[in-house]
């Protein structure tokens, strides 16, 4: 069912993810409003969008997402939202309240707005960092929603993406003013690429600082299945439009679901050396040092880092959770996003990797140039 006529709000609409789902919302859907929240607001996003905006109303509002009574500005009269907004972080950099202030406080009062003012449906972008890999690393092969998993979270990202997933599934069927009921569910994607993809970026950055090279920090068989944001946004308009459907609205309505597509399994490493040896880079062969030698060198940083805290604040480039994350295997499958979704991969690995190889050109200029002037 298409969500013609409706009004629906994008959190995080000028993000990686946020910014390439309002455009398919807008190529896709007969939509009467799209309402899109960030803390600010890029003009050249909103020009990039006119040539397929349509007769669809493209409204901005700039404002943070703790801020309850912009919230329900935002969420009067819509009737879907997409929470994409999220603070992301996996090397300590941002601190425990200000991940947690944006991303389980931010969601908690937009679900609270969203009740107060009638919306239908919340669909709720989460991570498979909610899952793990956890500090033992035990591995998944080809894993699904009922796969049993023993989860400790050390990253502070992860347990705030956590908890707030949690929010917004305890919020399924909850009574609105008119009567009607919330209906909420949460996707989980794996680690996801594409052009504009700030990590593959930074990898590429490291590339040309170590001469074409790629630092290899994943072992081989560590295979991971990342997934191309533009079959993510996909899956996001494919459950917005299952939960309008009253048939599939009480089948998805308090689920989560696991998104990838058909890029081959591979580890990080070798991923990102995917994407970028059409540009001439290499990669190492095998990790500088040994896995063990790391771990302790990763344990020593951290070490150092709570020593220095009082006076300093140090962040170390890898510490032990990351370093876990890079090298064990966790693929997940997507079918039963497909099977109450509907959803199917759109681009396949050959268009999804060109895509981002091109990206990656384009910008390559600009990034050698910052290298040589350090």
Same mark, same amino acid.
């Given at each position: 069912m298409s969500l013609t006529g409706e009004v629906c709000v994008v959190t995080g609409a000028c993000g990686f993810l946020g910014g390439k789902l309002v455009k398919l919302l807008l190529e896709e859907e007969?939509?009467?409003?799209?309402?899109?929240?960030?803390?600010?607001i890029r003009p050249e996003l909103i020009e990039s969008l006119e040539d397929c905006q349509g007769a669809t109303k493209l409204s901005t509002f700039e404002g943070d997402i703790r801020d309850s009574e912009l919230l329900k500005k935002v969420c009067k009269g819509a009737s879907v939202i997409f929470h994409t907004a999220s603070l992301i972080d996996v090397t300590g950099v941002i601190t425990y309240s200000e991940l947690y202030g944006v991303n389980v406080k931010g969601t908690k009062l937009l679900l609270e707005a969203c009740i107060q003012q009638n919306?239908?449906?919340?669909?709720?972008?989460?991570?498979?960092?909610?899952?793990?890999?956890? =500090?033992r690393g035990d591995p998944v092969i080809n894993g699904n929603e009922d796969t049993v998993y023993y989860s400790y979270l050390k990253f502070r990202y992860s347990q705030t993406k956590k908890e707030a997933e949690k929010l917004c599934l305890s919020a399924q069927g909850e009574i609105l003013p =008119?009567?009607?009921?919330?209906?909420?569910?949460?996707?989980?994607?794996?680690?996801?690429?594409?052009?504009g993809c700030r990590f593959t970026l930074g990898h590429m950055r490291d590339g040309i600082q170590n001469g074409d090279v790629l630092l290899r920090t994943s072992r081989q068989n560590a295979k991971v299945n990342p997934v191309y944001v533009g079959n993510v946004t996909l899956a996001h308009l494919q459950a917005a439009r299952a939960l309008r459907e009253p048939q599939t609205r009480a089948v998805v309505g308090g689920n989560f679901y696991y998104i990838s597509d058909d890029t081959p399994p591979v580890s990080y490493s070798d991923f990102n050396h995917a994407v970028l040896v059409p540009l001439g880079f290499g990669i190492q062969e095998r990790p500088f040092l040994p896995f063990p030698?790391?771990?302790?060198?990763?344990?020593?940083?951290?070490?150092?880092?709570v020593i220095l805290r009082p006076f300093l604040h140090f962040t170390p480039p890898l510490n032990r959770q990351?370093?876990?994350?890079?090298?064990?295997?966790?693929?997940?499958?997507?079918?039963?996003?497909?099977?109450?979704?509907?959803?199917?991969?759109?681009? =396949?690995?050959?268009?999804?990797?060109?895509?981002?190889?091109?990206?990656?050109?384009?910008?390559?200029?600009r990034e050698r140039q910052k290298v040589n002037l350090k």
């Open positions: 007969n939509l009467a409003e799209i309402r899109m929240l960030d803390r600010c919306v239908a449906s919340f669909i709720y972008t989460s991570s498979i960092e909610v899952v793990g890999p956890n =500090n =008119n009567g009607g009921r919330l209906a909420t569910c949460s996707l989980r994607p794996m680690y996801i690429y594409g052009e030698i790391l771990y302790l060198i990763c344990f020593l940083m951290e070490a150092v880092q990351l370093l876990i994350m890079l090298n064990t295997p966790f693929t997940f499958s997507y079918q039963k996003a497909h099977r109450d979704l509907g959803y199917t991969p759109r681009y =396949n690995w050959l268009y999804s990797r060109k895509r981002t190889t091109d990206w990656l050109a384009s910008v390559l200029p």
